[in-house]
C-alpha cells in the first residue's frame, strides 16, 4: 500500500486489498476482500467494494456506489468479477454487479460514466466512451458497445446488444438489438440516425451519407432484412462502419429494432438533445 495513498479513518479496507499509489478512499468506504485498486483513483464516502474487483486508473467512485456485490440471478453461482477500466466514472449509488461465471467478468470500459443510480447486471459488458444516463437499468447480459448513449430511465433486456455510437432516447423500452449509429425511441423503435452523434464523433460528411444510405434501404426501401444487407452490402464494401452495421446485425440473435413507421419521410436526422 503506498504511502501517498489517503484512507479516511472510518473506512474499512480489507488488509488483502490492493491499492495504487495517489488512491483516496472517503468515510465509511467498505473494501472487501482483494480489490485492486489503480493508481489515482477516488472513492468517495458510503462506497461498497467487493473482490473479485479490478478497477483502473483513474477512476471516481461516488457516494454509495456498489461495485462487484453478489448478482441477482438466483440460478446461477456467484462466481465471477467485475472490472472497471481506466478513468471511468461511477456516480452516486450506481451498481455494478458480478459476473455469474467462474473466471468471467462484468466489464466497464475505459473513460465511461455510469450516472446516479444506473444499473448494470451481471455478465454484461459495456464499452469505452459510453454514457449511461441517471436510473438507466441493463438486465443480465447486456452489451453496450463503444460511445454508445444512453439517456436517462431506460429498460434494457437482457442479451440485447447495442451498438456503437447508437443514442437511447429516454424512458426507452429496448427488447431487441439497437443497431450501430441510429436513433431508439419508445418501444424498440428505430427513428433516425444519430445524426449528432455521428458529427462529434468526428465521422466525415462521406462516411455519414453512406449510414444514411445504410439506414434507407434498410428501413425504407420495402425490403425485409436480408434483402437490405444484401443490397447495402452490393452497394458498397468500403466503409468501415457501413461492414460494422452489417456484420452487426447478421450477428444479432433477438433480432434488431424496427421502424417508426410513422415517422416522414424527409426527417432522416434527429438531434439527439432533443431526447436526452
Not at 228 to 241: F, H, M, P, R, V
Request: charged share 20%; with cysteine.
Amino acid at each position: 500500500m503506498s504511502t501517498l495513498t489517503m484512507i479516511h479513518p472510518t473506512a474499512v479496507v480489507d488488509p488483502e486489498a490492493q491499492i495504487g499509489p495517489d488512491v483516496e478512499i472517503g468515510p465509511y468506504a467498505v473494501i472487501e476482500g482483494p480489490v485492486r485498486i489503480g493508481p489515482g483513483t477516488k472513492i468517495w464516502p458510503h462506497a461498497y467494494l467487493a473482490a473479485p474487483l479490478e478497477i483502473g486508473r483513474g477512476c471516481q467512485i461516488h457516494i454509495g456506489a456498489v461495485l462487484g456485490h453478489l448478482h441477482q440471478a438466483l440460478r446461477e453461482p456467484q462466481a465471477g468479477g467485475v472490472r472497471i477500466g481506466d478513468r471511468a466514472i461511477i456516480r452516486e449509488y450506481a451498481t455494478v454487479h458480478r459476473a455469474s461465471r467462474e473466471g468471467s467478468w462484468t466489464r466497464i470500459g475505459a473513460d465511461t460514466l455510469l450516472m446516479g443510480f444506473a444499473h448494470v447486471a451481471h455478465d454484461c459488458e459495456v464499452g469505452s466512451r459510453v454514457i449511461i444516463a441517471n436510473g438507466t437499468l441493463l438486465a443480465g447480459h447486456v452489451t453496450v458497445e463503444d460511445r454508445a448513449i444512453l439517456s436517462g430511465h431506460v429498460a434494457v433486456h437482457q442479451f440485447v446488444r447495442i451498438g456503437t455510437l447508437a443514442m437511447v432516447g429516454g424512458l426507452a423500452r429496448v427488447s431487441k438489438d439497437v443497431p450501430p449509429y441510429f436513433l431508439v425511441k419508445g418501444d424498440s423503435e428505430v427513428w433516425a440516425i444519430n445524426s449528432v452523434g455521428l458529427k462529434r464523433a468526428g465521422l466525415s460528411e462521406e462516411n455519414r451519407a453512406k449510414i444514411r444510405e445504410a439506414y434507407r434501404l434498410l428501413y425504407r426501401a420495402g425490403l425485409n432484412t436480408t434483402q437490405a444487407l444484401k443490397a447495402i452490402q452490393a452497394w458498397d464494401e468500403t466503409s468501415a462502419e457501413v461492414r460494422h452495421l452489417v456484420e452487426f446485425i447478421q450477428a444479432s440473435q433477438r433480432g434488431i429494432c424496427r421502424h417508426h413507421l410513422r415517422m416522414p419521410e424527409e426527417a432522416l436526422d434527429i438531434d439527439e438533445e432533443d431526447v436526452l
